[in-house]
């Protein structure tokens, strides 16, 4: 009776003013999805272009070319030369960004409506018509470089997380750092980037989400006229290559000069679009969402063993992992922070979840849906991430009765599958002379 | 915190400044741009939605705005209460803020939080510089058995001693993990370095040496002598109706003011520092790949009429990505993966900063080049396609801050702690527009600091040492050394 009560409460206050109905779509004839939304709540609207390529696609000697090629995007064009993407959509009142992950890069410009002719242009000269300027790769090598060592410098995090990953995968591609390594960076060649932009940068591999004070047939005569001529290219090579089966725990450790140790557990699971996705999203939630979550109320607040704890579960096309990460409070030794953290699961393996616990989290996943629906930049990053990890933006609308339907017996169930010691990958970083 | 899978391209800032909503507006570049930006592009002008605001008998500020795009409410409350009040016991106010949270005469910490956790609601207390903000969100419908709780959290914490000392040791660890990001901490540096024993140097974090020695009974003094209800703002923000909401705050507070009116005062003028010189603060932290820096000095204060020029100004010079420190800094040579600038406003102060972080070995470079573009913006100006661009990008990117209702309540409360009316947002394109070459030439005179320039520095002091002392008289400290 409960879960046909939490069924109806989903159901009835989901998006109150965004309906599955109220967004289009279309295809182009070179193979390029639309997706569009009106909102008209501010005189602004964004453009998200979603390509399938991230490092999951690279291999020694080209690792990190995913993202510094999302950084060459911003370096020139036919029509649009060097520095003239950035000046022209901020002197139309624009501005951009972009993000690339193990598995998509994606562009995100954000304008007044008075703008979208313009962002229109731009985005489809530089998909067309990239140009590869020698002294710009020379001087971006810089920059990322600076990125790479900034995101070190600032955070010991960044190092542990590099060498767990790194660890956890041998064979599959998600064993690269989406930074690259120094060395790669350093040294991949203008042909690797044109090779990689010919393969990748095709209409076919990308996904356009609109949202905003536009209307649909703006957009789409828009589209047609910008986008629609661009050729199509090859049809990028599939990731075949399947992650062999874990049998055995694995240990990493890495030396640096921080007050307290860092752990780090990761645990293989399924790809985003598996049925187990909505089981573990709860339960990454019942661990580390709120204060009384289980490993901040015990680990943090009563036990007092960690300053910090939290968890990873990100959307991948393949199967990825799970991550828990924890800094040890003052005296306390990371191995002692990993038992703990080890027992906390066992602890839900052995003895499941309360209803109360999984009520909260559902309730919880309702908030984080109102909060991303608030805003126009919530709203395309969130279709497009539907559209491209789950398969089809539609789930974002059915995503509530799915988690709805998650018993407690489920939570258990993939708890037990997938936080085994023999698919587990721990990492420890700490000071050189803890360790002597 | 969640891990950076993702790397982006140009997403960085420095954390814990203080409170500053004007840093949100940037704007950018330079050099000749095509015809079509010649023109200021015309945006349909952002107003300030319609809200109801009151001052109720016993003092307390209260506003009300509906908005009912999701069934959500979001109310922030304001005191007074933030660093500069901190007296001799350094990150006092902030512990209040924080410690609200750890139990109420009704509530104990444990239910306070299953409460909102159980919801999905959120609550949040912190302490900035200047001012005290607890904020909670919920959905309409959780409305009754939120509030009691908000309310009782802003007037009746508890400070329980036992959650008092879970806390502290807390903070202690954090403390000492927080320097192992220069990133996070030169901004408290930055602001001691400049503002010196000014209320404004104090450090909103505290010291290790100074959370050892706060214990409760401090805590209790603070919360008695700042958080008074005749000096509450409060903004409601979201799906509601006023009319209800106004009886139902009301009925929640005492209806007439305490008979404790005193006044408190602090003098934010004592000891404010003259710039003579060029002086470096350079902070040796040992196994430093990369030196992260700040130059600069004093800003202006929030009630400076010129407020929205000199973002405008900003917007060119280091608030955008084409901005010139960016375009010099990043795009021309590569040294870096980001250099901005940043007027931070106070009540009655303000900073002005440059700031990058750039390899070890590219140190002095990196400087060099960041003062000659701010020399550049003194002796060259700006010019009519550079300033129109800057206009149309701040009034472009302006909409989307004030987009949720969180932001709004944001926005109202920071208007009432800082005495900003409703023409902050509604003329803001208006000054904007009317901002001409030689006035934008005056603010750059005025307001961008030209010589004296205050510099620190985090970084392996053994490699940039020797080099700096050009830039002024160093004063060398380890970054592990007690405070800032």
């Known amino acids: 009776m409960k879960q046909l009560i939490i069924f109806l409460f989903f159901t009835v206050t989901i998006l109150p003013q965004t309906r599955v109905e109220d967004i289009s779509t279309f295809t182009l004839k070179n193979g390029m999805k639309i997706i569009v939304l009106e909102d008209h709540s501010i005189p602004n609207a964004n453009m998200y272009l979603f390509w399938k390529v991230g490092s999951r696609n690279e291999y020694p000697g080209i690792t990190g070319l995913s993202h510094f090629f999302e950084h060459m995007m911003f370096n020139g064009s036919k029509k649009y030369g060097p520095k003239m993407f950035d000046r022209t959509m901020e002197a139309n009142g624009g501005a951009n960004n972009a993000y690339t992950s193990e598995n998509v890069t994606v562009y995100t410009d954000w304008f007044p409506t008075s703008a979208l002719d313009v962002i229109f242009d731009l985005e489809a000269d530089r998909i067309a018509n990239l140009e590869f300027d020698d002294k710009m790769i020379e001087s971006e090598r810089g920059v990322v470089l600076s990125e790479r060592s900034t995101g070190l410098e600032n955070n010991p995090l960044w190092q542990l997380w590099e060498q767990v990953q790194g660890a956890a995968f041998f064979a599959h591609p998600y064993s690269i750092p989406v930074i690259g390594y120094e060395s790669d960076i350093k040294n991949w060649t203008k042909k690797d980037l044109q090779t990689y932009f010919a393969t990748y940068y095709s209409p076919g591999n990308c996904v356009v989400v609109i949202v905003g004070d536009v209307t649909v047939n703006e957009v789409r005569s828009l589209s047609e006229k910008y986008f629609e001529p661009i050729a199509v290219g090859p049809s990028p090579r599939k990731i075949h290559t399947v992650e062999p089966e874990q049998d055995g725990e694995r240990r990493v450790e890495v030396k640096r000069d921080v007050p307290s140790p860092y752990v780090m557990l990761a645990h293989h699971v399924p790809q985003t679009n598996s049925e187990d996705y909505y089981a573990l999203s709860l339960l990454e939630s019942i661990l580390t969402s709120g204060k009384t979550s289980r490993l901040y109320s015990s680990l943090i607040d009563e036990r007092q063993l960690a300053i910090e704890v939290s968890t990873d579960y990100s959307y991948a096309f393949d199967p990825f992992i799970f991550t828990i990460y924890g800094i040890c409070s003052k005296d306390i030794t990371p191995a002692h922070l990993e038992a703990a953290i080890i027992a906390e699961l066992d602890k839900v393996i052995k003895e499941g979840v309360t209803g109360e616990e999984l009520q909260k989290v559902k309730n919880q996943k309702l908030m984080e849906f109102y909060h991303t629906m608030e805003t126009i930049n919530g709203k395309a990053n969130t279709i497009g991430t539907y559209e491209l990890f789950f398969g089809d933006y539609k789930k974002l609308f059915s995503a509530p009765q799915d988690f709805a339907k998650v018993t407690a017996e489920d939570i258990q169930r993939v708890a037990a599958k997938y936080f085994t010691k023999k698919n587990r990958t721990v990492g420890i970083l700490m000071a050189e002379e803890e360790t002597q | 915190m969640k891990r950076s899978t993702a790397t982006t391209r140009r997403i960085w800032m420095y954390e814990c400044m203080g409170v500053c909503f004007l840093t949100i507006i940037q704007a950018f570049s330079h050099t000749i741009i095509l015809s ?66 750890l139990g109420t005469k009704n509530y104990t910490k444990k239910q306070i939080e299953e409460t909102f956790d159980f919801l999905g609601a959120s609550i949040s207390s912190y302490a900035g510089k200047e001012t005290a903000e607890i904020t909670i969100s919920f959905k309409k419908s959780d409305l009754e058995k939120v509030l009691p709780i908000f309310i009782d959290v802003i007037t009746n914490p508890t400070f329980p001693q036992e959650e008092f000392d879970k806390r502290k040791k807390r903070w202690l660890a954090e403390l000492e993990q927080a320097k192992e990001s220069p990133r996070r901490v030169i901004g408290s540096y930055f602001d001691k370095f400049i503002f010196g024993s000014n209320v404004y140097g104090n450090a909103v974090s505290g010291s290790q040496s100074s959370i050892k020695d706060l214990n409760r009974e401090d805590l209790q003094g603070f919360f008695g002598m700042h958080y008074r209800i005749s000096k509450l703002g409060i903004a409601v923000v979201g799906d509601f109706s006023a009319g209800e909401m106004k009886n139902k705050i009301e009925s929640m507070f005492p209806r007439t003011p305490s008979l404790d ?224």
């Not at chain 2, 990505?321 to 303000?350: C, H, I, M, P, Q």
Request: net charge negative; proline share 2%.
């Open chain 2, 36 to 101: 079509l930006v010649f023109c200021s592009t015309l945006f349909a002008q952002f107003q300030l939605p319609k809200y109801e605001n009151y001052i109720l008998e016993n003092g307390l500020t209260l506003y009300l705005m509906e908005q009912h795009e999701v069934p959500l409410i979001y109310i922030s409350a304001i005191f007074p209460a933030g660093a500069v009040w901190d007296e001799s016991k350094s990150g006092l106010a902030a512990f209040t803020a924080d410690a609200l949270l």
């Open chain 2, 261 to 484: 009116q005193l006044n408190l005062t602090i003098d934010v003028n004592k000891d404010i520092k003259r710039f003579e010189k060029s002086n470096v603060l350079l902070l040796d932290k040992d196994d430093s790949r990369e030196t992260t820096f700040l130059i600069g000095g004093y800003g202006v204060s929030w009630n400076n009429k010129d407020i929205t020029q000199i973002q405008v100004i900003n917007t060119i010079f280091g608030g955008r990505f084409t901005s010139w420190l960016n375009d010099e800094l990043r795009v021309n040579t590569g040294l870096t993966y980001g250099a901005r600038s940043r007027f931070t406003n106070y009540k009655n102060a303000g900073t002005f900063y440059i700031s990058s972080f750039t390899a070890n070995k590219t140190t002095i470079e990196a400087i060099d080049l960041a003062l000659e573009v701010l020399d550049r913006l003194h002796t060259e100006g700006v010019d009519e396609a550079t300033l129109t661009s800057a206009k149309n990008y701040i009034k472009g990117q302006f909409p989307p801050r004030y987009e949720t209702s969180g932001e709004l309540a944001d926005l109202l409360t920071t208007m009432y702690f800082y005495g900003l009316d409703d023409s902050y947002i509604n003329d803001f394109e208006k000054n904007v527009d009317e901002m001409t070459i030689e006035r934008a030439n005056e603010i750059i005179t005025k307001y961008f600091p030209k010589e004296n320039l205050q510099f620190v520095l985090i970084g392996k002091a053994d490699e940039i040492r020797d080099k700096i002392k050009k830039y002024g008289e160093v004063t060398e400290k380890k970054i592990t050394d007690d405070g800032f």
